[in-house]
């Protein structure tokens, strides 16, 4: 097969759409400080002002609660720290920008990688010190979605406040601030098509006290110092109106992932479909042969042209197993899972490349065709 360079790593960072990268290029045509005070630093400001209100109309939030960031493990930093409780409970399949911004208390997922709701309220029964809880809303390497509604009921409960990393969400579901009732939520610009270092946290109070990460100057309500990053913040907002205009786009992903892995379980013996019995993004397959080392199935569809991954992105390079699928109990997979994620530049030619490239090396490897099964 000749390498066609097929690119189904949107889970990672997509594609920059075309209307971002004009954005972006205007904005850096831009002299001027949002922080000064003469014409070109009015205009600069300006142009920060409305990209905040695109963002937070995407989001369900209000323009003066986003915090413009360098991304979602900044976000994601800021709330953790920032909210000031003590006492920290994150689940256990967290993005590691969660899980290593501060220790914390552990909270088990079931086998389907869906937070363990009764061991959360046993854990906020524990103590009376008041917590802060973190829950992803879509896992970035299975798509599982968690059910924070009820994470928020529990957790509001109990007097902890909750804070929600909807960095793979974003754009790819519905994302309302106020609708899931959390107190911070973080979002990245590159998984949205728009440019990397741009991201942002959002509160539903935006009067809330956060203690700042970055010192200095007073730049996003003395919440953030640094001088703001015009053109990836204008990035974020062209990326963020592109997603608003997108219909149908959850439902045509959907059609892709699905003949995607149905493809998958005719070309390769047992092959298991992980998070595929819960709520997922329609965007995002995790697929494991067992007994085949992730990185053998990356290498092999690597030098086909087609790009996928195996967990997160920030880990590449480590051949360690994936903490979400040990997390999920399946130890034995954990170190043979693959991530294929799609997004607004997907193709059903992507599709039949990566079928035809998945199958001539499972061919290859000996573990080809018939039995399936979905985890």
């Known amino acids: 097969m000749t390498p066609v360079a097929v690119y189904l790593d949107y889970n990672a960072t997509a594609p920059v759409r075309p209307a971002v990268g004009e954005a972006v290029l205007r904005a850096m045509a831009r002299p001027g400080n949002p922080s000064s005070v003469h014409g070109f630093g009015r205009a600069a400001r300006s142009l920060v002002d409305e990209s905040r209100e695109t963002v937070a109309a995407l989001l369900g939030g209000a323009p003066d609660g986003v915090i413009f960031t360098s991304g979602g493990t900044e976000a994601n930093g800021l709330a953790v720290n920032g909210w000031g409780r003590r006492r920290l409970l994150v689940s256990a399949v967290e993005h590691p920008s969660v899980l290593k911004a501060r220790p914390g208390e552990i909270i088990p997922v079931e086998r389907s990688g869906v937070i363990d709701l009764a061991a959360l309220d046993r854990l906020l029964q524990a103590s009376d010190e008041p917590a802060l809880v973190a829950v992803m809303l879509a896992n970035n390497e299975t798509g599982v979605i968690q059910p924070i509604a009820e994470v928020v009921r529990l957790a509001k409960a109990h007097g902890a406040i909750v804070h929600c990393d909807a960095v793979q969400a974003a754009g790819r579901i519905d994302v309302d601030l106020g609708a899931l009732g959390v107190d911070s ?14 991201g942002a946290l959002l509160l539903a109070d ?15 309500r003395f919440r953030r110092a640094g001088t703001e ?13 592109a997603v608003g205009a997108e219909t149908g786009e959850a439902l045509r992903l959907a059609g892709l992932r699905d003949r995607l892995e149905q493809g998958a379980c005719a070309r390769a013996v047992r092959l298991v479909v992980l998070g595929g019995q819960a709520p997922r993004l329609s965007n995002t397959a995790c697929l494991a042969v067992p007994g085949v080392a992730a990185q053998t199935l990356l290498m092999g569809l690597d030098l086909a042209g087609v790009a996928v991954s195996a967990g997160s992105a920030c880990s590449s390079g480590k051949l360690a ?6 997390a999920m109990g399946e130890d034995a997979l954990a170190g043979s899972a693959i991530r294929v994620s799609f997004g607004w530049a997907s193709t059903e030619r992507d599709v039949d490349c990566f079928l035809e490239a998945f199958g001539a090396v499972t061919r290859r490897l000996g573990v080809g065709n018939p039995e399936s099964r979905v985890a």
């Open 185 to 198: 939520l973080a979002v990245s610009a590159h998984k949205l098509g728009g440019p990397a270092g741009a």
């Open 206 to 220: 935006p009067d809330a006290r956060l203690a700042p990460l970055l010192l200095g100057g007073g730049q996003e």
């Open 229 to 241: 990053n015009l053109p990836g913040i204008a990035g974020f907002a062209a990326a963020a109106r």
């Open 321 to 326: 197993p994936s903490h979400v699928l040990l």
